[in-house]
């Protein structure tokens, strides 16, 4: 049975596009929030249906993100392992898999058998470039692809090594298909408005060759000085940033009055520092937020769960600045110390997707804090200038208040931008830091939306074949969404349960976890566990449970 899908208009003409492509190679730029798992999983969806792939390769930046891609593959009927590993094969009733670039970089000579004649996504591509290793991993393991459909939220450049399958001019990275966020704000109902309350102060500080500093944030300095103004700003122990967790606290509660699940993100430093954050807002708010961490095992499981809850606040580090899905997403703060374009940019795009306003009074903006430092400033100015020419403004306004800063912020930013030399030793230390003005400016304040929705569900033009559901490499048809979601959820039941009975068997019989699991293994006619089907999970549970019950029949 043929199945469809219905598309925003943007996801229409990339896919269009990408079926144009001249090569095997093809960058969708698309401004988070846009919707590029959609068109990816489309796009691979009907690969595999025409036979043009035999298997489908997501590779993404978190595993966090493997269990977001999974579920959204299970929507157009395409089984992803997302447990996958070098020491397996991917089960015969499976589609492909899903890896990490971590993970890819140490799999790369496995994952290259498995990309022969397949369909590669690569999420977030701009990660290839974060270790040389990685670049490396990804061109060794993705050469025999058929096709390698490379994805990113913003432009990005190659200040090291260029990342394979990409096509460079002058170090920038050439998109096949781009989609900005001003255009997404043009079509409506796309991503959200942004809000950018940026916030002075005065900072003091002794730097890392014990000079006492005195400084706001409009205060010209060398670009080491300026690192250290920004963290003396967010230090726990001063008064700047406990006054803006406040702010950011009373922005949220007058949203949730409308929206009562509308949910705030704070962006943390490091784990230290979140952990700190979730102290003061305990404090100063009596809410304890959710703090999400990669050294907590169970990080995922927190985002998760906030994600589909209505809790007010998540505190994080890096783990929910890029691709993690949270819809109520309403109010931001920005207090990490790490201020390139492209991480500010992947942090913002956490609270620009799109919900349905709550009621009509509600402009379904999204607000976040930022200090007023002249990086932060820059990168706010270019999001809210996009979304200014998304608005349509006259040329007589163009020449604003927001313009004249980007001109004169240039001389600094280039100075910030260069890298601070601090002793080993050193003695940097925040002494105090207070908040100056008595209301955050806010930059470029946002009208209603104009132009044609993006998404609209009474278009039949958007609406997409598939194709039918792709056959499984075990030669099974394959199924809908519905039945892939069961699937996977009993593939874990399964393992879950055949973990217990190794280890009550190993109990019972004084064998080693290993030779049990060898015995198992054979008796169900599989090589692993991570290998298995749910039906071979199934006969070696049978297996086990036969085991158990001689062994028991022997005592009496």
Not at 39 to 44: G, I, K, N, T, V
Not at 494 to 511: I, Y
Request: with cysteine; net charge negative; charged share 25%.
């Amino acid at each position: 049975m043929t199945q469809t899908v219905r598309l925003r208009r943007w996801q229409k003409r990339a896919l269009e596009a990408f079926d144009a492509r001249p090569g095997a190679d093809f960058l969708a730029v698309a401004t988070p929030g846009a919707g590029k798992t959609t068109f990816a999983l489309a796009a691979a969806r009907r690969a595999m249906s025409s036979g043009a792939a035999r298997r489908v390769l997501v590779v993404t930046p978190t595993s966090h993100l493997k269990h977001q891609w999974a579920d959204a593959a299970a929507a157009l009927g395409l089984h992803l392992e997302s447990e996958w590993s070098a020491r397996g094969r991917i089960p015969a009733d499976m589609h492909g898999a899903i890896v990490t670039y971590q993970q890819l970089s140490s799999s790369a000579a496995a994952l290259r058998i498995l990309a022969e004649d397949s369909f590669a996504i690569f999420d977030e591509i701009h990660h290839a470039g974060d270790e040389r290793a990685w670049g490396d991993a990804v061109r060794v393991a993705f050469e025999p692809a058929a096709c390698r459909l490379a994805l990113s939220g913003t432009p990005f450049r190659s200040d090291t090594a260029a990342i394979p399958f990409i096509r460079y001019v002058d170090d920038e990275a050439r998109s096949d298909f781009e989609y900005g966020y001003g255009d997404a704000l043009v079509d409506g109902r796309v991503v959200r408005p942004v809000y950018f309350p940026r916030v002075d102060g005065l900072m003091e500080w002794t730097a890392a060759d014990g000079t006492l500093y005195s400084h706001t944030f409009a205060d010209p300095l060398a670009a080491a000085q300026v690192g250290q103004r920004l963290r003396t700003a967010l230090s726990p122990t001063g008064d700047w940033l406990p006054a803006i967790l406040v702010r950011a606290h009373q922005q949220l509660l007058a949203l949730r009055a409308e929206e009562p699940g509308a949910g705030g993100l704070i962006i943390a430093t490091d784990r230290e520092h979140a952990r700190a954050i979730a102290a003061l807002l305990r404090e100063r708010t009596g809410i304890r937020p959710v703090v999400a961490t990669s050294d907590d095992p169970k990080a995922s499981d927190a985002i998760a769960r906030f994600a589909a809850g209505d809790a007010p606040w998540i505190v994080a580090v890096r783990m929910v600045s890029e691709g993690v899905d949270i819809p109520r997403l309403r109010v931001g703060v920005y207090a990490t110390t790490t201020t390139t374009e492209l991480f500010f940019r992947q942090a913002v795009g956490r609270l620009v997707r799109y919900t349905r306003p709550p009621t009509p009074t509600d402009d379904n903006a999204a607000h976040v804090f930022i200090p007023d430092d002249v990086r932060l400033r820059t990168w706010a100015l270019g999001i809210a200038q996009q979304r200014t020419h998304s608005l349509k403004r006259k040329e007589q306004d163009e020449e604003t208040e927001l313009e004249a800063a980007r001109f004169d912020d240039r001389e600094e930013l280039a100075a910030a931008a260069e890298p601070g030399d601090e002793p080993q030793m050193s003695l940097f230390a925040p002494i105090s830091a207070t908040v100056l003005d008595e209301e955050a400016a806010v930059l470029a304040p946002v009208g209603p939306h104009r132009g044609d929705p993006g998404f609209d569900e009474h278009d039949p033009s958007l609406e997409i074949s598939l194709g039918p559901a792709p056959p499984l490499p075990g030669g099974d048809a394959g199924s809908d969404g519905t039945d892939v979601v069961a699937r996977r959820e009993a593939r874990r039941r399964l393992r879950e349960r055949n973990t217990d009975r190794t280890r009550d068997l190993a109990q019972r019989t004084g064998l080693t976890h290993a030779k049990i699991n060898a015995e198992l293994n054979k008796l169900a006619g599989i090589d692993s566990v991570r290998a298995a089907t749910v039906e071979q999970l199934q006969r070696r549970l049978n297996a086990a449970d036969q085991w158990i019950r001689t062994l028991r029949s022997e005592r009496r």
